[in-house]
């Protein structure tokens, strides 16, 4: 089992910049990939960053390609998403989640790949 406890949201106005953070705890030795999801009300999930943890190639969303980063702490361990030049349409809840599936590389940011999820930061960005 591994907890996901996430922290750092809040509101800012646009063209601002948030730093989230995701504690992770337990079994942390099973994520072989974590990752960045989003969900705006009235919105399906969205897949934001994703990274592998054995080389730490990573993946961003097009929607935030040249915003946002995404980076662990291995020492800790802790996920980080560094997010800039936020907009209002980045609102949302944002959730860290840890995959534990072997080939979870293939698809960073495929939801049903990530089996730990956190309960959520909120993000609000006014305009």
């Known amino acids: 089992q591994v907890q996901l406890v996430e922290s750092g949201g809040g509101s800012v106005q646009a063209g601002g910049s948030l730093r989230l953070s995701c504690a992770a705890s337990?079994?942390?030795?099973?994520?072989?990939?974590m990752g960045w999801f989003r969900q705006a009300p009235g919105k399906e999930r969205e897949g934001v960053a994703g990274?592998?943890?054995?080389?730490?190639?990573?993946y961003v969303a097009d929607s935030v390609k040249g915003r946002f980063t995404i980076s662990k702490d291995n020492a800790r361990p802790t996920l980080h998403l560094q997010m800039n030049s936020l907009k209002s349409e980045d609102t949302a809840m944002y959730y860290c989640?840890?995959?534990?599936?072997?080939?979870?590389?293939?698809?960073?940011?495929?939801?049903?790949?990530?089996?730990?999820w956190g309960q959520g930061t909120q993000v609000t960005v006014s305009s």
């Open positions: 990274i592998y943890t054995a080389d730490g190639r990573t």
């Open positions: 337990g079994y942390t030795a099973s994520s072989n990939c």
């Open positions: 989640a840890a995959s534990s599936v072997t080939y979870c590389y293939l698809a960073l940011l495929y939801g049903p790949y990530y089996n730990y």
